[in-house]
């Protein structure tokens, strides 16, 4: 069974840092393109950050850009965001998520792997 692993949220407070770590198991990902989602309470699941097989390319959405990274490890099965200066609007569940291709299509329909979610929340 294919399975993603989330780990490293919790509760923080406004302007503090957290890093989310996502492990694959069952099978390998490392030649495949890796993604960090996150869903608020009553909203979609949107995009946070996405980085392409090599760790080469990456992706963030306007609202993180300059506050998260995204990155591989060495071995590239696993992948991290590093989240600093964290704000409330930033609590939500962070899903960690994966597919075979590198392309611009950022919504969560075209991501096939999926974690069970792993749920940061940030006071104000």
């Known amino acids: 069974q294919v399975q993603l692993v989330e780990s490293g949220g919790g509760l923080v407070q406004a302007g503090g840092s957290l890093r989310l770590s996502c492990a694959p198991s069952?099978?390998?990902?490392?030649?495949?393109?890796m993604a960090w989602f996150r869903q608020a309470p009553g909203k979609e699941r949107e995009i946070v950050a996405a980085i392409n097989w090599s760790g080469g390319s990456t992706y963030y959405a306007d609202a993180v850009r300059g506050r998260f990274t995204i990155s591989r490890a060495s071995a590239k099965n696993t992948v991290f965001m590093q989240m600093n200066s964290l704000k409330p609007e930033d609590t939500a569940v962070y899903y960690c998520?994966?597919?075979?291709?590198?392309?611009?299509?950022?919504?969560?329909?075209?991501?096939?792997?999926w974690g069970q979610g792993t749920q940061v929340t940030v006071s104000s």
């Open positions: 998520t994966a597919r075979e291709v590198w392309y611009s299509d950022y919504s969560w329909g075209s991501w096939k792997y």
């Open positions: 069952g099978r390998t990902f490392v030649d495949f393109a």
